[in-house]
């Protein structure tokens, strides 16, 4: 009985940030429903600083920067979500889904990818109490 009340404890907050995860997907898909090819114009590198083990290291941290036109007017949108390699080599063309209402608000492929990624992490941790015990 305490097991079973554990796995709960440690299931459901794991399960309900999958499902939020999900309802957030659904929503930010249902806004950016405009198809756009926008140029990749920079990828700014920017460090981050972490502590490994003693010491301190600085990792690249890179922000590409999309421009496309909408509308009869140009859009300048640096990546708010970077990563750690460098996903998008500059001068390329990429598929972007904007929000016909607010342009700034946009949805990248990869962006997609790692919402998905995310929700199955959620749901595997959410699944270990139920391996575990």
């Known amino acids: 009985m305490k097991n079973d009340y554990l796995k709960l404890v440690l299931t459901i907050p ?15 898909k ?3 429903s405009v198809l756009v090819k ?11 600083s972490t502590q490994i083990g ?6 690249p941290y ?8 909408y509308q009869g007017k140009h859009y300048q949108i640096k990546d708010k979500i970077g ?3 460098k996903k998008y080599a500059v001068n390329t063309t990429v598929d972007l889904y904007i929000d016909p209402t607010n342009p700034n608000n946009y949805l ?7 919402l998905i990624i995310i ?15």
């Open 14 to 28: 794991f399960v309900i940030l999958a499902i939020a995860t999900i309802v957030f997907y659904f929503l930010k």
């Open 30 to 32: 249902k806004k950016c």
């Open 38 to 48: 926008a140029y990749i114009s920079s990828g700014k590198r920017d460090t981050i």
């Open 54 to 59: 003693e010491g301190w290291v600085n990792l």
């Open 62 to 69: 890179y922000h590409p920067t999309f421009e496309f036109d």
């Open 83 to 85: 990563t750690s390699a």
């Open 108 to 114: 990248t492929l990869d962006f997609r990818k790692r």
């Open 119 to 133: 929700t199955i992490e959620f749901l595997i941790m959410g699944a270990v109490p139920f391996l575990l015990f």
